[in-house]
């Protein structure tokens, strides 16, 4: 009889798949040869049926619990094999994961995530229902629908389909025919910091969604270490052979020639022009936070009428720029259709896009089992201090101190007792997650729990996952850990995050949790309030255009609709809002 082998083989993007052996590979020479059978093999056949068969109708009893019973076994049972960690070169084994959920409802978001994908390429994408509670916020009907319709069409016009190769040789030639493969696309150029990087994909992406484009992705550094792919069959990553280098992308900025901003400031395209005659076969979009009011003039409908028509349009930015996208008529009715409550944009598209590998995966669920998933509460605190040097510093200390204390967010101490709970019942207790390149204000605060009880008798576990001093925006391992914390962060139920930071609108938005917002410090000096409840889970957009397009003048961009507001830590900042 022939023996099967399985093993485990790595491939280049770190996901794990099982493959047969060498071995198993079978043609059509020797295929009689291997069938023929020695009497010691039909013997041993013979044993195997008979132990199965004693197995297969053995008869088990019921078990007192059956609606756990039945609960576990709907759950998916999920062994990520024994291998190699690269973030920290252990061997690691993951266990499996078994809650009291109905997954096979939830795992797919309401709706949002497609069956089908391999569950072993990436853990996370299925098993993320697993660390959350019950979702209070819905996809609605038509963003299913129109995912659904965006992945077809990334089938169709993805790298290395015959559409994608035949709208890339006109890239190639720089001409324009009228030969059209339906296939238009949006470049994603990866620019800045994680936070930044995370908050501009969403927004190119949903700008690729009303547009009917194909998103393309520059790979960069780290986006395949981070993020599995999000599309089936096709890839999102643009391929390496693209025509435009690396290094041309890095070169773009406002003055260049394919700039469309520039071209408007140097009169190579009248502002009057309805369509480009020919479109050019690409052009350059500078949305990054220096970008002038030329630049700003993306966000009319006159110019998204000239982009309409360009297959293939390259973008750089570090800004989330939905809300202005909210402000722009031609798609006002359709944003409306797609997202009902506003405050939810983020939250539904970073869970339907963004997967962490399982690297990354590896990262959050240990932490979260290791030190969070037994407490009865969690609450985040995120401290970004926008200096060199990141402290501690004793007046941001004292502020979320004063914040927690004063929102009821973490119990009094008492300097007075040494034993507050002499009962010897279990107490509640409350895990803290903190994340700071600092590891000053985590010890400050553990060290407070632990040298005095609590007023309430609570105990407090003070946690922090890594401290790395200062950002290293180019470095893996480092990317790898700061996704894995504001996955963590996410995953709390209540939190405390620093202003204008997108470290902490990532935690908030992905957890649909309305965080309160530590005001930003000014002379060294504890602000009085030291926070606010935010009013919205999304992103602040820090650099929006103040101009109405109708009028050619200055506007506040910020009071022409009830769900686009500014921000509560950015005065001048744009976000979305549920009225």
């Not at 013979?46 to 019921?62: A, E, I, R, T, W």
């Not at 690396?246 to 309805?274: A, H, R, W």
Request: net charge positive; with cysteine; glycine share 6%.
């Amino acid at each position: 009889m022939r023996r099967f082998k399985r093993n485990y083989s790595n491939t280049d993007d770190d996901q794990t798949k099982i493959v047969d052996h060498p071995n198993d590979a079978v043609s059509c020479d020797g295929l009689e040869e291997k069938c023929i059978c020695s009497p010691i093999k039909i013997l041993g056949i013979l044993v195997f049926c008979l132990m199965g068969s004693s197995v297969l109708f053995s008869v088990k009893k019921p078990s007192p619990n059956g609606l756990w019973t039945l609960v576990e076994a709907r759950l998916p049972r999920v062994i990520i094999p024994r291998k190699k960690d690269v973030s920290s070169g252990d061997i690691t084994k993951q266990k499996s994961y078994l809650r009291p959920v109905d997954v096979r409802q939830d795992k797919l978001l309401g709706g949002l995530l497609l069956e089908g994908f391999d569950e072993n390429s990436c853990f996370s994408r299925y098993q993320s229902v697993l660390y959350r509670k019950k979702p209070s916020h819905q996809p609605s009907s038509h963003l299913i629908s129109r995912l659904r319709n965006h992945e077809a069409l990334h089938k169709r016009c993805g790298p290395c389909m015959g559409s994608y190769n035949a709208t890339l040789e006109r890239l190639k030639s720089g001409k324009y025919t009228n030969s059209s493969t339906g296939c238009k696309y949006i470049v994603w150029i990866s620019f800045s910091g994680l936070g930044n990087r995370i908050l501009s994909l969403i927004s190119a992406f949903l700008y690729a969604l009303l547009t009917n484009r194909v998103l393309l992705v520059d790979p960069g550094l780290d986006i395949p270490d981070l993020f599995c792919e999000p599309f089936p069959e096709v890839s999102w990553l643009l391929p390496p052979d693209f025509p435009i280098s690396t290094d041309k992308f890095n070169s773009f900025n406002q003055k260049s020639p394919e700039s469309y901003g520039n071209m408007l400031k140097n009169n190579n395209v009248s502002c009057n022009s309805i369509v480009f005659t020919p479109p050019p076969p690409y052009l350059y979009l500078h949305l990054a936070h220096d970008y002038d009011e030329h630049d700003k003039l993306f966000f009319c409908d006159q110019d998204q009428t000239l982009l309409h028509n360009v297959p293939w349009l390259i973008m750089k930015t570090d800004n989330y720029f939905i809300p202005s996208l909210f402000l722009i008529p031609s798609f006002e009715q359709e944003l409306n259709n797609l997202f009902p409550e506003k405050g939810t944009v983020f939250h539904h598209l970073c869970r339907y896009l963004l997967h962490p590998t399982n690297p990354v995966w590896g990262l959050i669920t240990r932490y979260y089992d290791a030190y969070l998933a037994k407490a009865d509460e969690k609450i985040g605190i995120q401290i970004r201090v926008f200096k060199t040097d990141p402290g501690p510093f004793k007046y941001v200390l004292d502020q979320i101190l004063a914040c927690t204390s004063k929102e009821n967010l973490l119990p009094r101490i008492n300097k007075k007792e040494s034993i507050i709970n002499p009962s010897g019942k279990k107490p509640k207790t409350i895990a803290v997650l903190m994340t700071s390149l600092s590891s000053g204000y985590f010890e400050a605060i553990r060290n407070m729990y632990w040298e005095n009880p609590t007023v309430t008798g609570e105990v407090i576990e003070v946690y922090q996952p890594s401290h790395e001093e200062y950002q290293q925006t180019e470095n893996l391992i480092h990317n790898r850990k700061a996704l894995a914390e504001m996955y963590l962060l996410s995953l709390t139920d209540k939190l405390v995050t620093s202003s204008w930071s997108t470290f902490g609108y990532v935690a908030q938005s992905l957890g649909g949790l309305r965080p309160w917002i530590l005001y930003k410090p000014e002379n060294q000096t504890t602000p009085d309030p030291p926070c606010r409840r935010a009013v919205s889970m999304e992103p602040c957009f820090h650099a929006p255009p103040f101009y109405d397009c109708k009028t050619k003048t200055g506007i506040d961009t910020g009071k022409l609709v009830p769900h686009v507001q500014h921000c509560e830590d950015m005065s001048w900042g744009l976000k979305l809002f549920d009225r």
